[in-house]
């Protein structure tokens, strides 16, 4: 078994990973939210984001998993919604 550095070591380049990839999708969300204010969209889009927590599922490879990704994708639309509101605002 691998000892906890070890260990610890695996998730800090993970979440490296995890950061880079937030990141660029909240450059793509706050383009999404200026797109929204010059065509005067709501910034919620409850279909939207039904399609994008349920096309988790597909992509999982342990089904049983499923619910915790739907929190965390839940967590990710929530927190874009205010990075839409605070690009709308200025
Ligand atoms: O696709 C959009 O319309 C977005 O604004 C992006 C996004 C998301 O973070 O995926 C955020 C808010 C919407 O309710 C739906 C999806």
Not at 20 to 46: Q, S, T
Not at 69 to 84: H, P, T, W
């Amino acid at each position: 078994m691998k000892d906890i550095t070890e260990l610890r070591k695996e998730i800090d380049l993970l979440d490296k990973r995890l950061v880079e990839i937030l990141e660029k999708r909240f450059k793509v969300v706050k383009a999404i939210g200026e797109y929204k204010k010059i065509n005067h969209l709501p910034i919620f889009d409850k279909e939207r984001e039904k399609f994008v927590l349920e096309s988790k599922k597909e992509l999982l490879t342990k089904e049983e998993d499923f619910e915790y990704y739907k929190r965390i994708f839940q967590l990710i639309m929530d927190i874009s919604k205010e990075m839409e509101k605070w690009k709308i605002s200025l």
